[in-house]
């Protein structure tokens, strides 16, 4: 198994607000499934060859432009950033 490429951006970034790496398994062509938890609140996200993507119900995460993949990690922690602070209010 590979490492998830850029995991570390995405870990520091939501320990800023209480999440903390709880689950993470890497796959194949920089692939894999990370979870995110602040004791109440998950998020979950994935990783399909090196594009990142949300891990949720599509009739919640569509209305906010985020039912899609991001190439860039920096934009996809700008945008992850954005969701788990929502799901903490």
Do not use: C, N
Request: proline residues 1%; hydrophobic residues 40%.
């Amino acid at each position: 198994m590979e490492a998830i490429h850029d995991l570390d951006v995405l870990t520091d970034s939501m320990a800023t607000l209480g999440f903390r790496l709880t689950h993470a398994k890497s796959g194949s062509m920089d692939s894999g499934f990370v979870e995110f938890s602040d004791g109440k609140k998950k998020v979950a996200v994935l990783k399909d060859r090196s594009q990142w993507m949300l891990d949720g119900d599509q009739s919640e995460l569509e209305p906010l432009g985020l039912w899609r993949a991001f190439s860039a990690t920096s934009d996809f922690r700008d945008v992850l950033i954005a969701y788990a602070q929502k799901k903490k209010a």
